[in-house]
């Protein structure tokens, strides 16, 4: 049990942490491996990519840096990226006095986690030179504008040094790289270790276990580790499992000869036979992109391999814990035997019932329950008199001293603010309180909430935790249908996001989200730029109704729209004649810059999964008719509302506007 409340605290510091590259976000692409594994409570990622080509000169080991190796006369590396072994850590140390000396020998240019768009520009050689083309339309380098807040010192000062790179010409022959995804997961058991390798192998042969005993070891040395006091705390507790997985795509190949470095083998714009060159340039590209399909397609057949698998099949030792646990998203579920159903038609008194304290209660103790910061939810009344179910939520309290009240849900939450109202709830336990608020933490950032008259729900987490993954640095996110503001508060406290806007039409919701902005300036844990403070600058919130703020709101300014739209009723889902929030869509949309994101909330039926075609008829007809064209990115369903009824996330990028401008 020690062992297993270690791996949660670490699972937390780790998880808590801004992401470290250059993007300041997981690769968009390892995005989704990522959250199908911190979902699961015996997994957390530590580092991630899902596979990018880059050009280079130098050795090619990035460990081997030092000065005697640099013949490049100091001129500036453009390595700014960091997907899987903290290189910006090291490439920003190497910018201080005492690692002056180790400027690095291997030099990336053009790092590019997409396919090769523009084979002609990518290859050219001869625009490396005083870095004419500095991504040749690979990944964007960060602009001196995203660093407007003062954020990421260590970046501003490889950007103000990668201006001197004007005089950069190449001494030793170019190179282009293609390493395929690499992922690090930590494990909870052996156990859990041996049923990741197993689910990866079909898809990557290159899979490896290391392990190691932390009896005040170095847990500090790997990637999770910051040594701050937080991480140090975490030392000791167990054994750690750490796998790594990773593709077999990799391509090594020189470009051009020691004799004339700055001129293409196979592609040089002024050889003379244009259509020739131009062609190979087309082949090298094609070399690339293949390898970027067939490792994405694995990634993807990983993912659905993880997805698969069942719930808590993982880890004996856990399923074994008779007093259940609390899972990172804060849902805590009870041993199967020792539980009342959760159809509320009997107590099993079944196999566990001797060694159980649960059945040994007699109550009728529910399946599961939701943590809401101090307090305990159930999801319907427990039967029995008054007193019984006093004596259930005394019970449920007594698992655990944080919770001090038990209340249980008595109706669905069909308001229009999702929430179950006043007389929605019911107090069990505890010294009464009314209303019933609380104040609830997640991955170190704590919300506001109002039970009685808000949505929230600590499901979610997960959700969340990969939607602010996916931010990058220097976006302007919106995120509609706030509520009590999680979302906001996640983006605006662990990204380098460089404004977050919330929106929403319930006062009670809105005065929760602007309580928890005011508790977030003190929040020393926040790991955005700025920390607390940073974080209640650059989030704002507009009380009111989506469809009269959206269409006030700048046109093309946003690169990211968070929406989890609200059910409308029951008739709201695959049977309904609901309109599937199509008036939010066609208010929202036209915010959007030219390639930004949404993650548009719906509602589907489980014989609608895992395509969810109604949703992207929905989404693909509004676009239409706002002359946008879309792609989808993702679809996963994130959560359950009812009986075979899910909530879904579209995740979508706008490819082209005939009516909206492109801003980028
Ligand atoms: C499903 S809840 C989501 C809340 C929050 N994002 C979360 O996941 O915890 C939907 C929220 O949208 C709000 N809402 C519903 N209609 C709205 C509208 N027209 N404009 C703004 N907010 C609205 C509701 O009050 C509710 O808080």
């Not at 690692?99 to 002609?120: C, E, I, Y």
Request: charged residues 25%.
């Amino acid at each position: 049990m020690r062992h297993t409340t270690h791996f949660q605290t670490r699972k937390l510091n780790c998880l808590s942490k801004r992401d470290k590259s250059s993007a300041g976000r997981i690769d968009p692409r390892a995005v989704d491996i990522c959250a199908a594994l911190n979902e699961r409570e015996e997994y957390y990622t530590t580092s991630s990519c899902a596979g990018r080509c880059f050009l280079y000169c130098g050795d090619g080991i990035k460990s081997w840096h030092s000065a005697g190796d640099n013949n490049n006369g100091g001129s500036i590396s453009r390595v700014v990226e960091d997907d899987e072994d903290n290189e910006e850590e090291v490439a920003v140390n190497s910018n201080s006095d005492d690692a002056s000396g180790k400027l690095g020998f291997f030099q990336r240019f053009r790092v590019n986690h997409d396919l090769v768009h523009q084979p002609q520009r990518y290859f050219d050689l001869t625009t490396l030179v005083g870095g004419q083309d500095p991504t040749g339309g690979g990944d964007p380098i960060p602009t001196i504008g995203q660093f407007d807040q003062g954020n990421n010192a260590g970046f501003k000062s490889k950007l103000d040094e990668t201006s001197k790179s004007a005089s950069f010409v190449p001494t030793s022959p170019i190179w282009l790289r293609f390493e395929p995804f690499i992922l690090h997961v930590m494990c909870r058991s052996l156990k859990a270790a041996s049923t990741l390798m197993a689910l990866a192998r079909p898809a990557f042969k290159n899979v490896g276990l290391t392990s190691w005993n932390n009896g005040g070891g170095d847990e500090g040395d790997h990637v999770e580790g910051d040594g701050s006091s937080k991480n140090q705390q975490c030392k000791g507790g167990g054994p750690r499992f750490l796998v790594a997985i990773w593709g077999d795509e990799g391509l090594d190949m020189p470009l051009s000869l020691p004799s004339s470095p700055g001129q293409g083998l196979f592609y040089y714009p002024y050889n003379g036979d244009g259509e020739g060159t131009a062609k190979n340039a087309e082949w090298l590209a094609q070399l690339v992109n293949e390898r970027h399909a067939r490792n994405w397609k694995k990634i993807d057949r990983f993912v659905e391999a993880m997805k698969g698998l069942e719930e808590r099949v993982v880890d004996v030792q856990h399923n074994n814990n008779v007093d259940g646990a609390i899972h990172g998203n804060d849902r805590v579920e009870l041993a199967d035997e020792d539980c009342y159903n959760g159809d509320h038609d009997k107590i099993d008194n079944g196999a566990g019932a001797s060694q159980s304290k649960r059945a040994s209660s007699g109550l009728p103790i529910p399946r599961s329950y939701d943590v809401v910061g101090d307090v305990a939810i159930l999801n319907s009344l427990p039967e029995g008199d008054k007193d019984t179910q006093r004596k259930v939520g005394e019970w449920i309290m007594s698992r655990n001293k944080a919770m001090k009240i038990c209340v249980a849900r008595t109706n669905a939450l069909s308001t229009a603010h999702r929430s179950p109202g006043a007389s929605g709830l019911v107090q069990l336990a505890g010294p009464p309180r009314n209303p019933v608020i609380t104040s609830h933490y997640e991955y170190g950032v704590k919300c506001v909430v109002d039970l009685q008259h808000t949505f929230f729900s600590p499901r979610m987490a997960p959700e969340r935790l990969r939607l602010s993954q996916s931010v990058a640095r220097g976006e302007r996110v919106l995120v509609v249908f706030a509520g009590v503001g999680m979302e906001a508060l996640q983006i605006a406290a662990r990204t380098e996001a460089k404004e977050v806007l919330a929106i929403e039409r319930n006062e009670v919701a809105a005065e929760c989200l602007r309580r928890a902005r005011r508790m977030l300036e003190r929040n020393k844990t926040a790991t955005c730029p700025g920390g607390g403070k940073g974080a209640v600058e650059r989030l704002s919130i507009i009380e009111g109704d989506a469809l009269d703020i959206l269409p006030t709101l700048e046109k093309s300014s946003f690169d990211r729209i968070v929406a989890p739209r609200p059910k409308e009723g029951t008739l709201d889902g695959d049977q309904g004649t609901g309109d599937a929030g199509k008036d939010f869509l066609m208010a929202m949309l036209p915010l959007l810059k030219m390639k930004g994101e949404v993650h548009w909330y719906d509602f589907a039926a489980d014989h609608e999964l895992p395509n969810c075609d109604r949703t992207r008829e929905t989404v693909q007809s509004v676009c239409q008719s706002l002359g946008l064209e879309m792609e989808v990115i993702h679809v996963a369903k994130v959560g359950s509302i009812a009986k075979r009824q899910f909530r879904v996330c579209m995740d979508f990028r706008i490819m082209r506007g005939l009516n909206v401008e492109s801003s980028n």
